[in-house]
């Protein structure tokens, strides 16, 4: 994979676009206006110099990936591609529209395509596509440069060739760990995780115990990097809602709810980190 394309700039897009520029890759990073193009470069150069200042990776790797990277507006630019990551918010109206016009515009019959979804059936994403059997899930973890996890998930139509090829490339190309799913909401780990993370907001919402509480009695009594509250705001309360709301049209269990607080907050505005203020404040 010598040319990859990555659509979506944010929190996932971003950290995929590093890691795949940092294992030698050109990619092409494909974003919906200029304005989330400029934040995405700055996260990206964020993270390399933090990166390096820390010693994690060295400085002329940083610069050969800053080098690497192309930012375009326009999907057309997608046409070379060998592999293109979709990583856009989570709506499936929003993917399936993004899937269709990747599809138009990469040439190569070979090229595989890839969602960063964390809950949409893969076989939606796959069907809207002329090549539902190049078409596979490639979920990867927040902050994608230092969390080693990558799950692949093929569809009913995902070729084995496909499958084989993703993982090939996420496990020699880009050192990640890797782990299959079947195509049912939530995958492995956020099937585990979102209905964790959940219990904590309806924790906070009864009066049960205090955000700070609930965050410290994980990460003090249980070694969690991060309590679930912290977690929630790191993910976005917009993600964990969405990856919510599909878990629960899939399996239709109460514990997969989203609870009341959850959904108010988005309404409002307090998706976590990335606006600023969660169920902590960010703003410095
Ligand atoms: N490249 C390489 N290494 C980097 C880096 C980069 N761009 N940026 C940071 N690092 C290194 C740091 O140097 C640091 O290294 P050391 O531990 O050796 O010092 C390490 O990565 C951690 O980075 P931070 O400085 O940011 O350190 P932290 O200790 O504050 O940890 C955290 C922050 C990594 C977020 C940690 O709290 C953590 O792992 N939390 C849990 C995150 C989690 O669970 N994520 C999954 C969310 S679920 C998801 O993403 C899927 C979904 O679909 C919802």
């Excluded at 520029?21 to 700055?42: F, H, K, L, T, Y």
């Amino acid at each position: 994979m010598e040319r990859v394309g990555v659509v979506g700039c944010g929190l996932m897009g971003s950290g995929i676009a590093e890691i795949v520029a940092r294992a030698g890759a050109n990619v092409m990073i494909v974003e919906q206006d200029a304005e989330a193009m400029a934040r995405g470069r700055e996260r990206i150069e964020k993270s390399l110099s933090r990166a390096v200042a820390a010693g994690k990776v060295p400085e002329d790797e940083a610069n050969r990936a800053l080098a690497n990277m192309l930012f375009s507006v326009d999907y057309a630019d997608l046409w070379d591609r060998q592999l293109v990551i979709e990583a856009v918010a989570e709506n499936e109206e929003i993917k399936l529209a993004v899937f269709r016009k990747i599809d138009a515009e990469v040439k190569d019959p070979d090229a595989l395509l890839a969602t960063n979804t964390s809950s949409i059936p893969i076989i939606k994403l796959a069907m809207v596509t002329k090549r539902p059997e190049h078409v596979i899930g490639m979920h990867f973890f927040n902050p994608v440069p230092v969390l080693k996890l990558v799950e692949l998930i093929s569809s009913l139509l995902t070729s084995p060739e496909t499958s084989a090829r993703v993982r090939a490339y996420a496990t020699d190309t880009l050192k990640k760990r890797v782990i299959t799913s079947p195509d049912r909401a939530g995958f492995v780990v956020n099937a585990l995780l979102i209905p964790y993370l959940l219990s904590a907001v309806r924790m906070l919402e009864s009066g049960f115990a205090s955000a700070e509480d609930i965050d410290t009695g994980m990460v003090v009594g249980c070694a969690h990097p991060m309590g679930p509250l912290a977690l929630t705001d790191l993910i976005g309360l917009d993600t964990t809602l969405a990856v919510a709301e599909s878990l629960y049209e899939e399996f239709k269990e109460p514990h997969l709810a989203p609870p009341p607080l959850l959904s108010r907050m988005n309404q409002a505005g307090l998706l976590g980190r990335k606006t600023g203020q969660g169920f902590y404040s960010y703003k410095s």
